[in-house]
């Protein structure tokens, strides 16, 4: 069983960065889009960024672009989620998920099947 684990978050001010870090560990876990998604209290979860196992595709969310990064690892068993210029309104909990192969157009979460515990990401001065 594949199993993803969060790490990365904190508190940061406004303007500056942080990297989060999705170790999957498991089988034959080179195969598997890794998703990241976020919630913040009283709002629906969402989609942030997907990078795909096929081809190294990537998506973002509209609220992100241009401020995220998503990229795997050497070893392609880690995937980083690279947050620059971060805003208050991207606190969230910040969670990875495994969908096979590819990353599922729109990202529902319910195209992703492993899911991380969650790392908590802070934007306040």
């Known amino acids: 069983q594949l199993q993803l684990v969060e790490s990365g978050g904190g508190l940061v001010q406004p303007g500056g960065s942080l990297r989060l870090s999705c170790a999957a560990s498991g089988l034959t876990s080179d195969y598997y889009a890794i998703g990241w998604f ?3 209290p009283g709002k629906e979860r969402e989609g942030v960024s997907c990078l795909s196992a096929v081809d190294g595709t990537t998506s973002y969310a509209d609220s992100v672009k241009g401020r995220f990064t998503i990229s795997r690892g050497n070893a ?18 910040y969670y990875c998920a495994a969908a096979v192969l590819r990353c599922p157009r729109g990202m529902p979460s319910t195209g992703f099947g492993s899911w991380g515990q969650g790392t908590q990401v802070t934007v306040s001065s």
């Open 76 to 93: 392609k068993k880690t995937v980083y989620l690279q947050m620059n210029s971060l805003k208050p309104e991207d606190t969230a909990v």
């Open 38 to 40: 976020r919630q913040a």
